[in-house]
């Protein structure tokens, strides 16, 4: 779809300046092609090419580089008869080696390529399981055959994918030294509902653009991207491609040289396998976390941050809360609320880095939450509150456990801390003795005027409680207190530019507003959008202030400085320290930043140490209820 306002120079500008750190990255992923395969690896092991060192030392102490060259098939049978004769593992090694090298010769044959490919896999997997016996973890044989597996595996998975056959069981494959390997149905330790209805990428065949942190481990298998059937599913997932990372392994049984042998292809998920047995081994995993979380971001959204914003009724249809991954009830939710002109994408640096964290990735399950930031502070609040709530009705109707749902940590940055705030504050009776003129008219009579829909949400506003389910809140670069850029040319430009929901806009024509407008010192002109709540004298933010939050529900402040780190006061060019402090937080760090500090690395540091703490201290009341 063509970007809107691309020729409005105005426009432009203000997209450039009006709270500018609140703006996403593009994070997203460049598709590489099959000549680039080889280059995925783990760091450790890129740059390798060509054979080993001991590869070719075999061939040349046997004469077999002209077999090599010239008659490959052949050259397999004589390093076989060889193992035979003299089990080394050397010359396991080179068999392994020189199958994958001959594959990749062959490419542009894959009835060719496919069967060298396989031949690899089941020396190297051959060589793992039974004839590694080196003691040090750093053996350059043992790194090299797991080097070997993983790349003959990728092409043999690409091969495979083009014969539509990854998903199916009951077919038998040639190896080029004439093995018959069958083929079992595969196995999917994935989450619950995912397995062979999901697509699965090659993570190989991507790069991530625009991700500061490479979530990457080494280990054995074939990182992938497996995109999930959205068929069913709920509301509450990430853009149009929820996906999720996961490692192929194919595991052989007891492999003897000239005899059938059977093979299966398990697909692993990357966040809670750590390992898998082969033989008698436990090899770690390879994981690729970063890939599959830039592949959802590869797609634009339907619109800009600039017309998100003052377009809150067009735009519907992006708000509501998602989940980074797929949903797991055994993980504590984070939700990431995102501030103003901005969306769910400008929280992917911190994603990407927190999920490195083993505890973290385990523990713990990441959502976001998108609004319009157009709309009213007070109006998107409800709304968010009433997402989580939905949430986790929709958790408690599937009959899942909500034990670790209920010790949830909210994230805001900027707006989203206010949303944030909100959800853990008590409201008392200021709105309703405002409506009712100090209770002079009874409630209902005053809301009879409006339609009964109407009259259930404005109930909701009137009076809410703390969400009992959030047990943390983390404040970044929150305007609590305000920012005067709201009342600059620049913020009322921008506030003159949203066009408020028609329902919205239909009840402020009711005389139930004009008298709450009128009890506020409001003109009835007055607009009352996002940018308008976040003037340090409007009354939205006033209200705000005045509210107490859950005493039982510690707060943490990340603040940015401009000048200088761990230095309370300046500002970090939107919000002033003095708006982000709060006495009641548990704890402060001032980072050296501008407004987007939740892209700062020692913020987002800072986060994995809070979340960290947050298990420590959910681990007694745990043990305490069993």
Known sequence: MKRLFASGPLCCVLALLLFSGCVSDEVGVEKVGPDRRAEYSSTMMRGYDGLMPG????????LLNDLYRDEPARLLEKLEKLYSSEPKGVYIETLADCALNLGLRFKSDPDVAIRYYLSAVLYASLYIARVDSAESVYDPARLGMIRVYN?????????????KLEHNGGFELTAAAGQTVFFDPPEYRLAENVGRQSSFLLCADYRPVNLTHES???GIGVPLIAV???????????????????TLVLAFDRYVPGQRCRARLIFADSRNSDDIVLGDRRIPLEQD????????????LPFNFFFYMIRPEETRRMQGLYRFEAFDPGRIPVVLVHGLMSDTRTWLQMVNTLRSDPEILKRYQLYGFSYSSGNPVILSAEFFRTSLRQERERIVKAGLSTGNFDKMVLVGHSMGGLLSRLAVSRSG???????????????????KELPEEDRKALRRFIRFEPLPFVKRVVFIAVPHRGSVMARSWIGRF???????????ISFRQTKLFRRFQRAIGRSEEYSGTGIDSLDPDNEAILFINSLKMAENVPVHSIIGNLREAGCPGGSDGIVPYASSHLDQAQSELVVKSGHSAQKNPLAIQE??????????ECAPAAKAKK
């Open 494 to 504: 921008g506030a003159s530019l949203v066009r408020l929901p028609r329902r919205l």
């Open 429 to 447: 009776d200021v709105f309703e003795k405002i409506i009712t003129e100090n209770g002079k008219y009874p409630l209902e009579d005053v809301l």
């Open 55 to 62: 590869s070719v030392n075999v061939l040349g102490n046997f």
């Open 607 to 616: 986060l994995r140490r809070i979340l960290l703490l947050h298990l420590k």
């Open 216 to 218: 990457h481990r080494f």
């Open 289 to 300: 976390l970063s890939t599959p979380l830039a592949y959802m971001a590869k797609d634009p």
């Open 228 to 246: 999930l059937d959205r068929k069913g599913s709920e509301r509450a997932e990430f853009a149009d491609n929820i996906v999720l990372p996961a």
């Open 151 to 163: 790349l003959a595996l990728t092409e043999l998975f690409a091969c495979l994918s083009e014969r």
